[in-house]
């Protein structure tokens, strides 16, 4: 590690660039992940503020970073944050690293809202969501701070997702306030109380087989129990189906995300089940990613 002031913040983004290329990282991904973790170390926001010199401290963060990196460790939860719609989480192994398919089932999620809320006082009568199996709680705090006619429930089986769930929750300020993070296994969850409630009730359950294969950077580290289900990755995909009829409002939605080749088979799950208006959604990608049904 090169002595305090010997060395500029662009000087160490080349030798990181170039670190990363040694490794295996083609061209294009080590520039972008080496101005991320340049960026994070340094706490550098602009091109300008690259050209000061490094501090001892910041590049002994910078290193550990690297390091990190180089041993496999995903970068989101290398930085310890991550972009998500407006957002920016806290990520770390406790949860599952929010995906720009989940931030497109977020957007039917408050599509949903829309069509509930028409010509409601947002202040009296708020627009009941759960989002359960929140994880990180990506899709139900960004209900909460987009839509402000909304009292969201963030629910998990795992106490280590929850505290980073309720981190993050912290971090938003007044919408903070319209946030209800519990622990339990789906429905269980939620109060008795709040039963056929609930307008819109969304989860990115785990939705992989146990035998499908995996990349080592997902399988290696980010939590099993966030992303393998039983019955081809089905088993918590019928249980929410089956389960939510009964805490929804009527005319409330239930919205899923699951993989492409699940759409077809919970889809007729759940016109079975009595949902009306059942729909596909397609991903950014435009593969089938997210089923919306309403009681």
């Known amino acids: 590690m090169p002595d305090e002031g010997t060395i500029s913040w ?21 520039v972008r992940e080496a101005r991320w973790i340049v960026e994070e170390a340094s706490g550098s926001t602009s091109a ?9 401290r ?25 972009p998500f719609r407006t957002l920016d989480l806290m990520v770390d192994r406790r949860v599952l690293i929010p995906r720009p398919e989940t931030e497109v089932v977020a957007g ?14 947002p202040v009296v009568e708020p627009v009941l969501v759960a989002d359960l199996g929140t994880g990180s709680g990506a899709i139900g705090l960004s209900v909460a701070v987009e839509r402000v006619g909304t009292r969201v429930w963030c629910t998990d089986v795992s106490s ?10 912290a971090g938003l300020g007044s919408p903070a306030q319209r946030v209800t993070v519990a622990e339990g296994l789906w429905f269980d969850a939620l109060p008795v109380d709040l039963r056929g409630r609930f307008e819109v009730i969304v989860s990115n359950p785990p939705y992989v087989a146990p035998d499908e294969d995996l990349p080592a950077e ?23 189906v089956s389960g939510a009829r009964d805490w929804l409002a009527p005319g409330g939605a239930l919205v899923l995300e699951m993989a492409p080749d699940q759409t077809g088979l919970i889809a007729e799950l759940a016109q079975s089940a009595g ?21």
Do not use: I, K
């Open 10 to 30: 662009r000087e160490v983004l080349v030798e990181t660039e170039s670190r990363l290329v040694g490794s295996g990282h083609d061209r294009a991904t080590a």
């Open 48 to 56: 300008a503020e690259l050209d000061l010199l490094a501090t001892m």
């Open 58 to 82: 910041g590049m002994a963060r910078h290193d550990a970073m690297v390091e990190r990196r180089l041993g496999g460790e995903p970068l989101q939860y290398v930085l310890g944050r991550w």
């Open 108 to 121: 039917l999620v408050l599509d949903e809202v829309d069509r509930l809320a028409g010509g409601r006082d």
């Open 160 to 169: 280590d997702a929850l505290a980073v769930a309720r981190a993050n929750c």
């Open 218 to 240: 997902v399988l290696d580290w980010e939590p099993g129990g966030a992303l393998f289900s039983d019955d081809r990755g089905m088993a918590d995909l019928r249980v929410l």
């Open 275 to 295: 949902y009306v208006e059942v729909s596909v959604r397609r991903d950014l990608t435009d593969h089938n990613r997210a089923l919306v049904a309403r009681r």
